[in-house]
């Protein structure tokens, strides 16, 4: 069975950083394209930053130059640095990963971390 697992969230003061990591694991052949998603209460989930598998980078405009993501393909993670966090940076970050797996193409996301901006 093919699962992402996000770890490293958590409270933080403005102005901190903290560091996400997402490992994927299973009878992965091949994965493609990585993200990072957040979600707050009575919003949608929205789109943070991604990676291609060549190291493609895209970020959402409230956090450009603040966070940073990266990936280690041997290892099937991805990270996402964040720094100078802000408030209204709260929410849980979800890690999808799109890959060709034992049983086809997946599109596959992990449970959740919470982070919490707040002093």
């Known amino acids: 069975q093919v699962q992402v697992v996000e770890s490293g969230g958590g409270l933080v003061q403005p102005g901190g950083s903290l560091r996400l990591s997402c490992a994927a694991s299973g009878r992965i052949f091949k994965i493609y394209n990585m993200g990072w998603y957040r979600q707050t209460p009575g919003k949608q989930r929205e789109l943070v930053a991604t990676?291609?598998?060549?190291?493609?980078?895209n970020y959402t405009d409230s956090v450009n130059g603040r966070f940073t993501i990266s990936r280690d393909s041997a290892k099937n993670t991805v990270y996402l640095q964040m720094n100078s966090l802000k408030p209204e940076d709260t929410g849980v970050y979800y890690c999808?990963?799109?890959?060709?797996?034992?049983?086809?193409?997946?599109?596959?996301w992990g449970q959740g971390t919470p982070v919490t901006v707040s002093s």
């Open positions: 990676i291609t598998s060549g190291g493609s980078t």
């Open positions: 999808n990963a799109d890959m060709l797996s034992g049983t086809g193409y997946l599109k596959v």
